[in-house]
């Protein structure tokens, strides 16, 4: 390239930025030097799906914390026992399985409770403070044994929620 046509095409670029370059001018007429800034922010509609941008283990928390304020609150274990003593002040989460075994009158359950250290029985259909135990099932040479009950849960504003909760036979 020659002189001349770097020359041209350095005169073409100035004077294009020249015409097509806008003033702003504000309302008295002056021209503005600030750039002006939109701010635009994405918003997620999830219209009954979950947003694929939330840490799902952080959000899970976040729910059962939520529904756990809305529970009523379960008195203290001397409470329970004061008031239902033995296995029925007792709640599912504070029984660990021992084992279950096959009577003629149907299957007894052995638990040991974590509170007290003491060993209870359950026959299927019994209650305990807050779930009835449902099922029990047999251990064997493929797997150990389980119970499954029904644990209530009570919310202030006064439904209740059935779950079903299984335990397995530690080893």
Do not use: W
């Not at 899970?60 to 003593?85: C, G, H, T, V, W």
């Not at 797997?143 to 036979?169: C, M, P």
């Amino acid at each position: 390239m020659n002189k001349k046509s770097v020359l041209l095409l350095l005169f073409l670029f100035l004077i294009g930025s020249f015409l097509f370059s806008q003033d702003v001018k504000n309302d008295e007429g002056s021209s503005n030097e600030e750039p002006i800034i939109i701010k635009h922010r994405a918003a997620y509609n999830p219209a009954g799906r979950i947003d694929p941008f939330v840490n799902l283990i952080e959000r899970k928390k976040l729910l059962n914390k939520k529904e756990e304020a809305k529970l009523k609150k379960i008195p203290s274990f001397e409470e329970r026992q004061s008031k239902y003593p033995g296995i029925r002040g007792i709640l599912v989460s504070e029984l660990n399985l021992v084992g279950v075994v096959d009577t003629p009158r149907g299957k007894v359950a052995m638990f040991n409770c974590v509170k007290d250290n003491m060993s209870y029985f359950l026959k299927v259909g019994e209650r305990v403070y807050n779930g009835v135990l449902k099922e029990a099932y047999l251990g064997s040479e493929m797997g150990n044994a389980s119970v499954v009950f029904d644990k209530v849960l009570e919310y202030t504003d006064g439904h209740v929620k059935h779950i079903r909760v299984v335990i397995k036979q530690e080893d």
